[in-house]
C-alpha cells in the first residue's frame, strides 16, 4: 500500500478519528440535536393545539356574545312592553283623576255661581223692597195715612218673595 501512497497508520488514525468523531457527535451533538428538534415539535404541536382551542372559544364566545345580544334585546323588549303598560296604566289613573278633579270645579263652580244668584236675587229684592217703600212713602204719602201705608208695606214684603210671572 506504500506503492499507492497509503499509509496504514494514517488510515488507521484517520479511522480512529472518524470512529471518535462519530461518536462523540452522535453522543454531544446529534442526541441533543434529536431532543431539541423532538422538544421544538413538541411545542409546536401543543401551541397549535391551544391556538384551535382558542379559536373553538373565540367562536364559542361569539356565538355566546350573539345568543346573549338575542337574550338582552327580547328583555328589552319586555320591559319596554311592562313599561308601556304601566305607563298606559298611570296615564289612565291620571285621566280618571282629572276627570274627577273636572268634575269637583265644575260642582263647585255650579254652587258658587248658584250662591251668587242667590245673594244678586237677595240684593235685588231688597232693593225692589227699598225702591217699593220709597215709592209707598213719596208717592202716596199725601194721599194714605201711616196705617195703609204700613199695611201695603207689609203686604209687599209678605208677597214680594213669591214668584210672580208677568205676561206681555
Known amino acids: 500500500m506504500d506503492q499507492l501512497g ?95 278633579e273636572a268634575d269637583e270645579i265644575k260642582i263647585r263652580a255650579k254652587k258658587q255661581v248658584e250662591e251668587e244668584r242667590d245673594k244678586l236675587n237677595q240684593a235685588v229684592k231688597d232693593k225692589m223692597v227699598d225702591l217699593s217703600i220709597a215709592i209707598v212713602d213719596k208717592a202716596f204719602k199725601d194721599f194714605l195715612d201711616g196705617e195703609t201705608k204700613k199695611k201695603i208695606t207689609q203686604h209687599i214684603l209678605n208677597n214680594f218673595g213669591k214668584k210672580v210671572v208677568y205676561e206681555n
Open 6 to 100: 497509503i499509509d496504514i497508520r494514517q488510515l488507521v488514525a484517520q479511522l480512529i478519528n472518524f470512529v471518535l468523531f462519530f461518536i462523540i457527535f452522535k453522543k454531544f451533538i446529534a442526541t441533543p440535536f434529536q431532543s431539541f428538534l423532538n422538544e421544538e415539535r413538541r411545542k409546536e404541536k401543543e401551541r397549535q393545539d391551544i391556538l384551535e382551542k382558542l379559536k373553538k372559544d373565540e367562536e364559542n364566545a361569539a356565538a355566546d356574545k350573539i345568543r346573549m345580544k338575542e337574550v338582552a334585546k327580547k328583555e328589552f323588549e319586555k320591559v319596554l312592553q311592562e313599561a308601556k303598560k304601566e305607563a298606559d296604566e298611570i296615564k289612565n289613573e291620571l285621566i280618571i283623576e282629572a276627570k274627577k
